[in-house]
């Protein structure tokens, strides 16, 4: 393996493993702040059960996330340094606002989130949490202006080998931004809910805290089922406005065809890069010209052959990672298709079928997530700023026994904490909501004294809210 | 404007350096500890602050990424291993400190992965702080390779960096505690802080045999090292004096030996960039040479710039709340009951 591919590797493990946390945990910060808003008004003691177990799931994928993403930031020139030396005038200061507008706002308020409750007013309790969800949007955001740039680069100059900012607004709202910002968004709500909407139905099926686990699914299929359509709309507005016009290469790859002339869609296929043919392809008729909007079956799509040899993206990697995403979001459109059926009938709360497979699909959103960004990512090569700045000019001249130790060194990390991280959430899960019902434990931490002076200060002036 | 920005690195580095400096020597304290629930104690101590600690390093990572973005292509490959090494550490490390957060009775691995990972973290740090001596050869902006060589001198920045976190943690240890835990934080203070002298002074003395010796040829730096240099000695010595005071007699003994070291942390890091500015990495990459364009400048400075009063408030904030004594087991359970509900479950 070649230096670059080690580099590669190293990145999309760190990038995929840290995206796994923010998968869950932007949505679901949105969720609790949800939640929170609807205990304040009603005073339901579910609505504050629902909030405290949810919490508990946010509370570790929150700092991992942050651990793991705190990492990626140096990758940048530690295994990019060409990449960091070019584009840091244009990526540095979007990262950078990132950090002062997202990283410190959490730090900031991420306390009184999670140990605040029970000595801090509702409103402070409230502001508390919307302030850590802005935190989280605007943490999306700033990534998705950097890596749009990157996508479809506008607002630019070249001046001495650096892309220099000319227009700082057309360098942060580029075309790639305007569709892929709003697909992030609604799909890490999406992936949250359908997670919720897992664990939820384990407590139907297991017939605990059914309060609880009827309100939680009730609203994270409900969220979902309203989403997913328009996410479809999205995608395909992605597709047509962004990957048509500006990133064809990328569109070719991912619809897994070499020549032109193929009006169905494939469903299947082993691409062989360098013979430039699929070793094995299903291919469903008519489809392709379906999904081009034509449906008279005539429209055939593209093929990749349209691209250059040299400017490829690596078919399987790009076709694979969007037909995870596609099949995923099948099974989540089923799964809200079920559910909204269920609902009218009534039985949303008891059919166990319905459940088992809900339960079943609980990690599903997260998978179409990072199938997501590996068509993404993968379909942009080879280059790593689209058209501008290839991957293999932009990477570090390192030793290769470095970058092996650093690969090697990450994986064995990565791969320990992410067993302890779900080995986290099934002992959560097991454990129940049942200790988080105000009503058995009203306060959950009696006695808490971090500190005197400001403490006492802070725990008199906000009256101790039940 | 270059210079504002440069110092805007600085002082990112200078918070990095005394906030995290203070978690990593309590973690490295903590292979020292034998006592379970002290032990536990300097663990929680850490634990409310280590995260918001940690983005002083990222926004010095950011800040120079788009400020000096030519620096940032070289100095990271030039310290790939002490940095991914760093990184490593720091994962291992907030990975153990969360998990040991929600167990009431964290296995012992778990522990000894945090302590170790302080350390290590500690000492990678010095050792990349110390690779910065040594040439990289830069050919159009683009990171080619070093001098190779015994890496003699990173070693001894390490460790003595390692033992300057050790003192700055048992300094803050001895602010935030009280009764056993005071005592042990005074004695081994007092014995860390003297070898972190002895250690400060060894890596003065040898940095004139690297690739970067200090530059004291005009006056003004002369007089402006020295004077910091002074300034860092004398924090040293009241820290070692107070250490072994007790607040009974002295009414600041809690507060100045971590006082005293933040001084010396401080003024030594100045110091050093007293001697080598404008040079960033030898031979020839100096802040001119390595900054980012007018318009990325004015929008750090703007976008970037105008938030770190805030952040400093923030900041100044979190540590707020969790301001005072630090009490013992009360907390700990407290806290821990907190984050998993333990008390009425198990």
Not at chain 2, 188 to 199: H, K
Request: a neutral charge.
């Amino acid at each position: 393996m070649s230096l670059i591919d080690l580099s590669r590797w190293q990145f999309a493990l760190t990038v995929c493993f840290h995206m796994t946390f923010p998968a869950i945990t932007v949505g679901m910060s949105v969720f609790l702040c949800v939640i929170y808003a609807m205990y304040w008004r009603t005073q339901k003691p579910v609505y504050l059960q629902m909030f405290r177990f949810w919490r508990r799931i946010f509370a570790v994928g929150f700092a991992l996330g942050v651990v793991a993403g705190a990492v990626i930031t140096f990758q940048m020139g530690l295994n990019w340094g060409v990449f960091g030396a070019k584009t840091g005038p244009i990526i540095g200061p979007i990262i950078g606002m990132e950090v002062v507008t997202a990283f410190f706002v959490e730090a900031g308020f991420i306390g009184i989130m999670l140990y605040g409750d029970g000595r801090v007013r509702h409103i402070t309790m409230f502001a508390a949490t919307v302030m850590v969800t802005i935190g989280t949007i605007l943490s999306s955001t700033w990534i998705l202006a950097a890596n749009s740039w990157m996508q479809t680069p506008e607002g630019y100059a070249v001046k001495n080998g650096q892309y220099v900012p000319t227009d700082w607004a057309a360098a942060i709202f580029t075309p790639a931004f305007a569709w892929r910002y709003p697909h992030m968004i609604v799909a890490v709500l999406i992936s949250a809910s359908i997670f919720i909407a897992g664990i939820s139905a384990y407590y139907l099926i297991k017939n605990r805290s059914r309060g609880f686990a009827r309100r939680s699914l009730s609203i994270a299929l409900g969220v979902a089922a309203l989403l997913l359509p328009v996410q479809l709309l999205i995608g395909d507005g992605l597709a047509g406005n962004v990957d048509v016009p500006y990133q064809p290469s990328k569109l070719e790859a991912l619809e897994g065809n070499w020549q032109n002339g193929n009006t169905g869609w494939v469903i299947f296929a082993i691409p062989d890069q360098a013979e430039a043919r699929n070793i094995v392809q299903i291919s469903v008729p008519w489809l392709g010209s379906a999904i081009a909007k034509d449906p008279t079956g005539k429209t055939a799509t593209p093929g990749l052959d349209n691209t250059p040899v040299n400017d490829r993206p690596d078919m399987a990697a790009t076709f694979w990672g969007f037909r995870a995403m596609f099949f995923a979001s099948l099974f989540m459109f089923a799964t809200v298709f079920l559910s909204v059926v269920l609902r009218l009938r009534g039985r949303l709360w008891e059919s166990r079928r319905f459940h088992k497979y809900v339960l079943w699909t609980t990690p599903i959103g997260i998978i179409a997530i990072l199938g997501g960004w590996v068509t993404s990512e993968a379909g942009r090569q080879p280059w790593v700023v689209f058209g501008l700045l290839r991957t293999s000019a932009a990477v570090s001249k390192l030793a290769p026994d470095a970058v092996v130790f650093s690969v090697i060194g990450f994986s064995l990390i990565y791969l320990v904490l992410l067993v302890a991280y779900i080995a986290y959430i099934v002992h959560t899960v097991k454990i129940g909501p049942e200790r988080d019902d105000p009503r058995v434990n009203p306060d959950l931490a009696p006695g808490l004294e971090i500190d005197t002076e400001p403490a006492t200060a802070f725990a008199n002036a906000e009256e101790v809210a039940r | 404007m270059t210079t504002i920005w440069f110092l805007v690195v600085l002082f990112c580095l200078v918070m990095y350096v005394v906030f995290d400096g203070y978690d990593l020597g309590i973690g490295t304290g903590t292979l020292f500890e034998r006592d379970a629930s002290r032990k536990r104690h300097m663990i929680e101590l850490v634990a409310t602050g280590w995260d918001g600690n940690e983005t002083w390093l990222i926004l010095m990572g950011v800040s120079l990424w788009g400020g000096f973005p030519l620096a940032f292509g070289v100095i990271l490959p030039h310290l790939y291993l002490p940095l991914i090494i760093t990184l490593f550490a720091l994962i291992v490390r907030g990975g153990s400190i969360e998990l040991i957060s929600q167990t009431r009775n964290p296995p012992a691995i778990l522990t000894w992965a945090f302590g170790i990972a302080s350390l290590v973290a500690a000492f990678a740090q010095g050792f990349a702080l110390g690779e910065l001596t040594s040439a990289a050869h830069v050919v159009d902006g683009a990171y080619t390779g070093s001098d190779g060589g015994f890496p003699w001198y990173p070693i001894v920045l390490g460790i003595t960096v390692a033992l300057a976190y050790t003192a700055l943690g048992y300094g803050y240890l001895k602010l935030k505690s009280e009764g056993q835990l005071l005592d042990t934080a005074a004695r081994r203070g007092g014995i860390v802080a003297l070898f972190t002298v002895i250690f400060g002074a060894l890596s003065l003395v040898s940095i004139a045999w690297t690739d970067a010796p200090l530059n004291l040829g005009t006056p003004g730096r002369a007089v402006a090292f020295w004077a910091l240099i002074a300034f860092a000695i004398t924090g040293g010595a009241v820290a070692a004096v107070n250490f072994r005071r007790r607040t009974e007699n002295h009414p600041t003994a809690d507060l100045l030996p971590f006082a005293g070291l933040v001084v010396t942390a401080v003024t030594t890091l100045l110091a050093f960039t007293v001697a080598h500015y404008p040079v960033l990495v030898p031979p020839s990459l100096t802040v001119t040479s390595a900054a980012g364009p007018y318009n990325t400048l004015v929008f750090l400075l703007v976008g970037i710039g105008l938030n770190i009063p805030l952040i400093i408030f923030y900041h100044w904030f979190a540590h707020r709340t969790f301001g005072g004594k630090f009490r013992g087991p009360v907390t700990h359970e407290s806290r821990t009951s907190v984050l998993t509900g333990a008390s009425n479950e198990r």
